[in-house]
């Protein structure tokens, strides 16, 4: 099978991958330079949790740099199109721009080069990154002749003049502000909060170590600055350049203080990044292949660029998901465990401080909004807090959380680490949220949890009743109570209400918002098993199954929400099903945190998990395993209690096969025998074994759409979680055939493109948003733990 690619192939030593993996040459000319999947275009640098990168521009732009590409707190902007563009003059001559000189460019592992040749003199720009804050341009004039070199020196910048099209002119609420070494541009106070925030003291800034005059256009909205320069015969000078975004006063004023220093050293910056680089990267060479290490390198290169530095309401550094992509300059739980999980070895103080980034607002008994909760980690964290938390912000998310991998992480680090303060330091929070599971989303108290939702204002109304939306075939007096919207839908709440509506023929659909919250909690947001299913497959189920009557189709995709209750207060919601890979995520945390009490000398906590994982295991297979169709299913529940010894209720076998089943061997909980035959499901041709591998829905799923987000799509977390599940079990060489396959047919990995949230198992095509962490993070893990087939390492 030809799986291999030709760039993977390469027989190099790692010490010759100097080079950035990925492309980053760009030129935008909107501040908002959208694709159809909200992406902004290419791959700027990012570096040391920066909150601004650069894109190396085109050959006949060069001389400067393309951006800079800002996170305005929670909004990826293009400020400029270029900044520093320079242009010089000889002896009094005329201006010539360096991009009409002979040239080369180059983008380096955290670095960028140009080299621009005549006759007389040589130029050799760099920009690097020196701080979260701030980074330099370090220019190097040689003169080559025998005699002095008078120059007259020309920087220019262009702002982005359009705001998401050409037609749609934008002018930047800026105060420019020059001075004799800069000139710096603060941002007029911006709270739109889903385009732009900032406060009124933001600030870039460009600072020179030359003397040099600024003049800025607000008309054009572009810069100028000059200066001139002598250099001696046969010598070279350097010039420092330190450009910074900065988000209020106070980190200016910081700033401003390092900037002084950087500006007087003697060393060009960038030489510093060279080492901190290959630093980096050598560490991956223990780890892969000669032919992995070019994509292990671009994963990382992803997982630094979307590294950010604390600001804000985040108080630790953080991987986020994308910085291209629009809603992604946040935390996310999940996210960051897979993030942190990946950079253990290589990066381990970051991934330590990615994990401190989602505990940090673990909550606590003491918390004022949710005390009920306590022992949670919530969704998701931004620089803005929600409005219920005293901000603006529209991204921070409390109305769920994700699943429980962080045990999983916290024993990587450690593992790789040893650091026991770490542990120690982590141990009882993970104890906290791990018994949380157990007190709030554990409808019948069989010890068998569900996904579901918290009391939240999108969720529940203040008098403590469920929101939902109904919509009607009629109009029905039972809908009263509730107000009228578009197309005869209704917006309603109360539990009574709604289970009274469940079985009325009349209602054509509902719209839970716990329901979504479920399906987010899950991490698979509108997964089959959810009830999720687009009108046109119900209606082909229906005919399928029940010769079209819709009413038996309806109870079969039809979800139910339960109110869980505790000492006679709504603590939260639970969907109607026990989820086989929560409870598989949840037994692997019992034994993870029975190794963790026992390294920490606590053996009555040791002896607790232990147990319980024991019992959790058995339970698994004895409850969500179907001996009929050979796989795992989440099992609908009724509303009544249950013993700890039972699970009643019916496998969801007719929503479909989807990548939940086999999360009982990833955890490493499945019975040899039962495990056998999911993995005969998984290398099937008809069910996962795609062009692309491992849909998030099967083939043969009612609710399959190959461009549907969580139904079809082909996501690396997905697979990283099936190739270990083969792996465990005996597979290997199948895993690690598969994980070539999915490098050679999706679309991009195997070149300098960026890395996506997610491919089209039947095409490879790229879906998604662009840089996407946790698929970058996925790659380093299945090339280290998998690797590729040894017929490839032998390819030339």
């Not at 460019?105 to 804050?133: C, H, M, P």
Request: hydrophobic share 35%; charged share 20%; with cysteine.
């Amino acid at each position: 099978m030809k799986f291999l690619v030709a760039s993977i192939l390469m027989c190099v030593s790692f010490q010759a991958i100097s080079a950035s993996q990925l492309d980053r040459v760009g030129e935008p000319k909107l501040a908002k330079s959208y694709d159809k999947y909200g992406n902004q275009q290419a791959n700027p640098l990012f570096d040391l949790g920066s909150w601004h990168g650069f894109l190396q521009p085109e050959h006949e732009s060069a001389g400067g740099f393309a951006g800079p590409a800002i996170v305005f707190e929670e909004y990826t902007l293009y400020f400029a199109e270029y900044v520093e563009m320079l242009s010089v003059a000889v002896d009094g001559g005329d201006y010539q721009r360096l991009s009409e000189l002979p040239s080369t460019i180059s983008s380096e592992l955290g670095y960028y080069k140009q080299t621009f040749t005549t006759n007389t003199f040589s130029i050799d720009i760099y920009l690097s990154f020196v701080s979260a804050r701030s980074s330099v341009i370090d220019t190097r004039i040689t003169n080559l002749t025998e005699k002095p070199l008078n120059l007259s020196l020309k920087w220019q910048g262009q702002l982005t003049k359009h705001w998401k099209s050409k037609d749609d002119d934008y002018i930047w609420q800026v105060t420019p502000q020059t001075s004799e070494q800069a000139i710096a541009w603060q941002f007029g106070q911006a709270r739109d909060t889903w385009h732009k925030l900032n406060d009124s003291t933001a600030r870039f800034k460009i600072t020179r170590s030359i003397a040099s005059k600024s003049v800025f256009n607000p008309i054009e909205q572009s810069y100028r600055s000059t200066s001139a320069l002598t250099v001696s015969p046969a010598n070279s000078k350097l010039l420092t350049t330190v450009l910074s975004y900065t988000h209020n006063q106070p980190e200016s004023d910081g700033e401003d203080v390092k900037i002084i220093a950087w500006l007087n050293s003697k060393k060009p910056a960038y030489l510093n990044a060279k080492t901190r680089w290959r630093s980096i990267a050598n560490k991956l060479s223990n780890q892969h292949s000669e032919q992995a290490k070019w994509l292990a390198i671009k994963s990382l290169e992803t997982l630094v660029g979307n590294w950010r530095s604390p600001a804000g309401a985040i108080k630790h550094n953080g991987i986020t998901p994308s910085v291209t992509a629009r809603w992604f300059n946040g935390v996310w739980a999940w996210d960051s465990w897979k993030h942190a999980y990946a950079l253990a070895e290589v990066m381990p103080e970051l991934a330590k401080d990615n994990v401190r980034a989602m505990f940090d607002y673990q909550i606590t008994d003491k918390d004022t909004l949710r005390q009920q909760d306590a022992g949670m980690v919530i969704d998701a964290v931004f620089y803005n807090y929600a409005k219920a938390r005293g901000g603006d912000g529209g991204n921070w998310n409390e109305r769920n959380t994700k699943p429980p991998l962080a045990s999983w992480v916290v024993w990587q680090i450690v593992s790789k680490t040893n650091d026991e303060a770490f542990l120690a330091e982590m141990y009882p929070k993970l104890k906290a949220y791990h018994e949380w599971w157990y007190l709030n989303r554990d409808h019948n108290g069989n010890g068998l949890i569900e996904y579901g939702g918290t009391v939240d204002d999108t969720h529940t109304t203040k008098e403590g009743e469920m929101r939902f939306s109904v919509q009607a075939t009629a109009q029905l007096t039972v809908l009263a109570s509730c107000k009228k919207g578009k197309d005869n839908w209704y917006l309603c709440s109360g539990n009574e209400l709604y289970l009274s509506l469940l079985d009325n023929s009349q209602i054509s659909a509902f719209d839970i918002p716990v329901q979504h919250a479920a399906g987010w909690e899950s991490g698979m947001d509108n997964a089959a098993r959810f009830g999720f299913i687009s009108n046109e497959q119900f209606k082909e189920y229906a005919n399928q199954t029940y010769k079209d009557d819709m009413v038996k189709a309806k109870a079969d995709w039809q979800v139910q929400i339960f109110e869980n209750i505790r000492n006679g207060e709504l603590v939260g919601y639970s969907i109607n099903q026990e989820s086989v890979e929560l409870n598989s995520y949840l037994a692997m945390e019992k034994r993870q945190l029975a190794q963790m009490a026992k390294r920490l000398g606590n053996n009555q906590d040791a002896q607790k998990y232990q147990a319980e994982y024991q019992t959790l295991k058995a339970r698994i297979d004895a409850c969500f395993y179907d001996s009929t169709t050979g796989f795992y299913y989440d099992l609908a529940i009724e509303n009544s209690q249950q013993s700890t010894s039972e699970c009643k209720g019916k496998l969801l076998v007719h929503r479909g096969k989807g990548p939940e089943g086999w999360a009982p061997l990833f955890s490493q909980v499945a019975s040899t025998e039962n495990a056998k035959s999911v993995i005969n499901t998984m290398l099937s041709k008809h069910e996962f074994n795609t062009y692309v591998p491992f849909p998030t829905a099967a083939i043969t799923n009612p609710a399959f759409g190959a461009d549907v987000y969580w139904r079809g799509r082909v996501w690396l977390d997905q697979v990283y979680f099936a190739l270990s599940a083969l792996s465990h079990y005996g597979y290997k060489k199948d895993a690690q055939q598969l994980l070539q396959k999915l490098i050679s047919n999706s679309k991009g990995l195997s070149d300098k493109e960026s890395i996506r949230e997610n491919y089209h198992p039947f095409t490879g095509e790229q879906q998604g948003a662009t840089n996407f962490s946790w698929s970058a993070a996925h790659l380093m893990m299945m090339l280290d733990e998998i690797g590729l087939p040894e017929s490839s390492l032998d390819q030339h």
